[in-house]
């Protein structure tokens, strides 16, 4: 069942554990108040390493600032810069928030569809590029706006209130309330809740033994790593894509598979996939699966092997539809109805499952259900699948 974010406006409950569709199981040991979360199940490989804005170079927030970039939930300031000490506003948030949401598994949550024509719910109507984002977080009871009906959109979010804007997100998706352990001598009111959910699961951290510092602006840098951290917890609540997948961003973009190469490394085989087209970046689903299906028919496709791994890449367009710049379709790879065999411990074969909306499905037939990782390089770019060798016996 599919979490479709509910009216802001129907949102009166005591509790979120109480709502019927419960989907999640959150974990009953918390983490420590001053215990950080780190953001490896979030973060894969490149996307936390490789050097996105010429103004990050070191520092605590460099890997989750990288991340964020590289999921297209942060775009930089402009000039290839990133602004890391400058304040986050209301209105900015509201997007870096929306953009985050585009990772989770849609099968999960989704954000509200919005009438165009409708007006803004806020006495100071947000506009321009930040104001749908704010519109659907209302809609989606994620941001609530002012004491005097107005949402202040250029108003900077300090710490507090940014605990309040990721707690609503996170028990939005998940549909359960986080955890509840943490406290802090200088938090209470309005907020106070959400700052100790947040230090609970190890997402935001206090400035002391027992202070948090909640009046304090969250400048870029900061924002990012509370980002990063957050979007680990969703990952490791299944609600979220993390070493498995990397939804596609932006969402028109097209992409076609140009080569496809099995190789065997000494503890691991791997099976590339070199796609080209938009200057984006390709989206790709990976994950075990019980049978390989025709998505759309639902007809079934023989892959030899013993376990069956599932690649999708997100953002393919079929040959012929015009998508593509013809030197791209040209040099179409084609499966010719064969299977590519593989030669190593990990990998059987891999078979073409074909493309149906955007999703062009490869199965790879393997010994056994192993471990695997997924990466993606560029220029050009191409996702890789790294199955581990089964254990010796």
């Known amino acids: 069942m599919v979490r479709t974010a509910s009216p802001h406006r129907r949102r009166a409950r005591a509790s979120l554990v109480g709502a019927a569709a419960l989907l999640l199981m959150l974990p009953t040991t918390a983490v420590a108040d001053d215990s950080a979360r780190d953001i490896d199940q979030a973060c894969l490989g490149s996307s936390s390493t490789e050097q996105r804005f010429t103004d990050v170079t070191g ?60 007006d803004g719910p806020f006495g100071d109507e947000v506009t321009g590029v930040h104001g749908n984002a704010v519109d659907q977080l209302y809609e989606a009871g994620i941001v609530a706006g002012q004491a005097d009906g107005t949402f202040g959109a250029t108003n900077n979010v300090n710490r507090q209130q940014l605990a309040t804007f990721v707690v609503r997100t996170i028990e939005e998706v998940t549909g359960e309330e986080l955890p509840q352990n943490a406290s802090f001598a200088d938090v209470s009111g309005t907020h106070q809740d959400a700052v100790e959910k947040l230090a609970t699961v190890g997402i935001l951290q206090g400035t002391g033994p ?4 909640p009046n304090s602006d969250v400048t870029r840098a900061q924002m990012a790593t509370i980002l990063a951290r957050a979007l680990d917890y969703l990952v490791e609540e299944e609600a979220m894509y993390g070493v498995d997948g990397f939804p596609r961003t932006p969402p028109d973009a097209e992409f076609g598979l140009t080569d496809v190469d099995v190789t065997e490394q000494d ?127």
């Not at 930089?76 to 400058?86: C, H, P, T």
């Not at 299906?293 to 367009?317: N, T, Y």
Request: proline share 6%; with cysteine.
């Open 267 to 393: 503890d691991a085989d791997q099976v590339a996939f070199q796609v080209e087209g938009d200057d984006g970046q390709i989206g790709w689903s990976v994950r075990y699966v019980e049978q390989a299906v025709q998505d759309g028919s639902g007809d079934p496709i023989d892959v030899e092997g013993d376990a069956i791994l599932l690649v999708e890449l997100i953002g393919s367009v079929p040959a012929g539809l015009g998508g593509l710049p013809p030197e791209i379709e040209d040099d179409l790879f084609d499966f010719d109805g064969e299977a590519i065999e593989g030669d190593g411990d990990a990998i059987v074969e891999v078979v073409n499952g074909g493309i149906f909306e955007a999703r062009h499905r490869i199965f790879v037939g393997t010994t056994d259900t192993l471990p695997f990782t997924v990466d993606r390089g560029s220029d050009p770019q191409v996702v890789t699948v790294e199955i581990e060798h089964p254990a010796d016996d």
């Open 210 to 213: 027992d202070t948090f510092d």
């Open 59 to 118: 520092g605590v927030h460099e890997p989750a600032i990288n991340c964020i970039a590289a999921f297209y939930i942060a775009l930089g300031s402009g000039a290839g810069e990133y602004d890391g000490s400058s304040p986050v506003t209301r209105e900015q948030m509201a997007t870096f928030l929306t953009r985050s949401l585009a990772r989770v598994r849609p099968s999960v949550f989704t954000l509200p569809e919005l009438d165009p024509s409708d």
